[in-house]
């Protein structure tokens, strides 16, 4: 399979976790910036790897950075310059939409575990968590500018990833974000039974020969 020829560089991928097809972001390469391009998301599936249907970005849509399912599949949170954008796979209609920053890009974006909230992070630095139950009002957020370097190139990205806790006792969740230098912050999102929202940093060194950190995961069962 391959992208069209206009939206022909890739930005990210994202499969539904229960489906058989996968949403992808594509912009052209024909700009030096990505601030003046376009992006096209596309629905495929993956028993044909056909095109199935283009979600609606609007006339004049941004840049989207990010992708990321929900836990049953059915709804697809989109990055777009600096809004978050929720998308029913199915029916390709807009559920939620909201400005997640005025002045940075949003560079990454999941569901937490528990369904409710949307975490963010942009390019600055800045990590919110957003209601989806109180019109996308901000709970949290953190500024992590300090572990941040300016990105080298047009595909360099901030993103992150979390590690839901396997039981009950607590909801706060573990975050690790790259930050396109050597270290990568790892915080304690969300809250505990205490309602406790307190997030803290630990630093995890990743110094080598191979250089800045690019992009970060957790094993789906283990915490590592």
């Known amino acids: 399979m391959s992208a069209c020829c206009f939206y022909c560089r890739i930005l990210d991928l994202a499969c539904s976790p229960l489906d058989n097809y996968f949403v992808s972001t594509a912009v052209s390469p024909e700009k030096t910036s990505l601030i003046a391009l376009r992006s096209k998301c ?33 709804i697809v949170a989109a990055a777009e310059d600096g809004w978050v954008r929720l998308f029913d796979v199915n029916t390709r209609a807009s559920i939620l ?67 839901s806790p396997p039981s009950a006792v607590s909801r706060k969740e573990q975050l690790l974000c790259t930050s396109n230098t050597c270290d990568a912050p790892l915080l304690a999102a969300g809250e505990d039974t205490q309602g406790d929202t307190t997030q803290e940093i630990e630093v995890l060194s990743g110094e080598s020969s191979y250089g800045s950190i690019t992009s970060v995961d957790w094993h789906p069962s283990n915490p590592i």
């Open 42 to 74: 596309t629905v495929w599936s993956m028993r044909t790897f056909k095109q199935l249907h283009t979600l609606p970005l609007g006339n004049d849509p941004g840049v989207v950075r990010s992708l990321c399912f929900n836990h049953n599949g059915k």
């Open 97 to 163: 939409n909201w400005q997640a920053s005025e002045d940075a890009l949003v560079t990454a974006v999941r569901f937490s575990a528990d369904q409710n909230s949307v975490y963010t992070l942009s390019d600055d630095g800045m990590f919110c968590e957003w209601s989806l139950h109180d019109s996308a009002r901000c709970l949290t957020y953190h500024n992590l500018s300090q572990f941040c370097a300016s990105p080298q190139n047009l595909m360099t990205r901030h993103e992150f990833a979390l590690h």
